[in-house]
């Protein structure tokens, strides 16, 4: 089973910036789309942003122009550099493929303050 181990979250002030990193293991990780999830407090996990595995890319429209994810198949990451940031951002942020799926991880937690 593929395993997902989400860093670089944070508590950062709203304007700022993060980049999470998404570690997957296996030829299906780099083979297919991945995308990042979040979920806030009481609310539903959303889909922000996901990208192909030849790279093309698709976007909530609340995180467009500020988002952008990016994959590195060599060392089977998926990145989410995160501009802008404000606080409705905050949330847990998970990734997991898009049209397949693994196991959820821990997630890592962005906290943009006001």
């Known amino acids: 089973q593929v395993q997902l181990v ?3 979250g944070g508590l950062v002030q709203a304007g700022g910036s993060l980049r999470l990193s998404c570690a997957g293991s296996g030829s ?5 789309a991945v995308g990042w999830w979040r979920q806030a407090p009481g609310k539903q996990r959303e889909l922000v ?3 192909s ?6 976007y909530a429209n ?3 122009g500020r988002f952008t994810i990016s994959r590195d ?3 089977n990451t998926v990145n989410l550099q995160m501009n802008s940031l404000k606080p409705e951002d905050t949330a847990v942020y ?3 493929g898009v049209g397949w799926s693994t196991s959820w ?5 962005v906290t943009v303050s006001s």
């Open 28 to 32: 299906i990780f780099r083979l297919n």
């Open 73 to 75: 198949n060599a060392k």
């Open 49 to 51: 942003a996901h990208i």
């Open 94 to 96: 998970y990734c997991n």
């Open 62 to 64: 609340s995180v467009k």
């Open 53 to 58: 595995a030849s790279g093309s890319t698709h």
């Open 6 to 8: 989400e860093s670089g």
């Open 105 to 109: 991880g821990q997630g890592t937690q």
